[in-house]
């Protein structure tokens, strides 16, 4: 059974900054397609950011670019997501998803393993 754990999450102001981690247990995230997904109040799931199992390749939305990066860790068994210049428009759970297969994706269904989400909540 795979267990992705997130943590990270919380209050902050406006133009400020968080790292979220995504960590496993029961598998390893070597070798897997990572991604990021948030869902906002009363508002449908969304892609965030997704990197591919070396790291090498990434993909964000249009709505983060430039302000959100994803990263493995040096170990590849840690997926971060650093969040700055936050607006409250970010505020949302944000949940880290693993994906079996070949290449990555800004598509939900296509992921096979998700954690529980840690809430990001941006006051203005």
């Known amino acids: 059974q795979v267990q992705l754990i997130e943590s990270g999450g919380g209050l902050v102001q406006a133009g400020g900054s968080l790292r979220l981690s995504c960590t496993a247990s029961?598998?390893?995230?070597?070798?897997?397609?990572m991604g990021w997904f948030r869902q906002a109040p009363g508002k449908e799931g969304e892609f965030v950011a997704a990197?591919?199992?070396?790291?090498?390749?990434?993909s964000y939305a249009d709505s983060v670019k430039g302000r959100f990066t994803v990263s493995r860790g040096n170990a590849k068994n840690t997926l971060y997501l650093q969040m700055n210049s936050l607006n409250p428009e970010d505020t949302a759970v944000y949940y880290c998803?693993?994906?079996?297969?070949?290449?990555?994706?800004?598509?939900?269904?296509?992921?096979?393993?998700w954690g529980q989400g840690t809430q990001v909540t941006v006051s203005s």
């Open positions: 998803a693993l994906r079996r297969t070949l290449g990555i994706s800004t598509v939900a269904t296509q992921y096979d393993y």
């Open positions: 029961g598998r390893t995230l070597i070798g897997n397609n």
């Open positions: 990197v591919d199992w070396r790291g090498a390749f990434t």
